[in-house]
């Protein structure tokens, strides 16, 4: 993997340390190519339609740049994300999510005759071959030189 490809991730403008695609309300940017700019040199480098952002707090999940980002994790909505078939949207698990160290967990049984409680067990096998190249990429210490 290049340097170029490797700052690309965790470099200060990089996938896991850039915060100007929301502002500080958590909308999209408005103003400016910056953000879409970077947003799309991302998409186009992971060769992805969208980024999902985790640990957003949000009044409700949000698809912004016509859905190009997702931005989740929204604390006290029943609202989730679910991505099947390469189509994210969001769905309502009908139960309210808090953080968990100030509730007491709550469960839901897995519900038998439920399409969605399915999809969630049986997920594309090709997610571990997604997940054993990010994990190659993402675990090393420093960039390698060229291809």
Known sequence: VSEAD???FYGSSGLSQYRALLSDNNEAVSGGDWPEA???QILA?????ALVIGHTPLAKPAALYDGQLLAVEAEQTSSALLIHDGEA???DVGMLKTRFSEQQP???PFRLWSAA???ALT????????????KTFFNRDKPVKGN
């Not at 480098?45 to 339609?49: E, G, H, L, Q």
């Not at 997920?123 to 571990?128: F, T, V």
């Open 6 to 8: 490797y700052s690309l």
């Open 38 to 40: 970077h947003l799309q």
């Open 45 to 49: 480098s992971f060769k992805v339609k």
């Open 89 to 91: 949207k969001f769905t």
């Open 106 to 108: 709550q469960h839901r």
């Open 117 to 119: 409680d399915w999809r």
């Open 123 to 134: 997920a594309n096998r090709q997610h571990l071959d997604d997940l054993n190249h990010a």
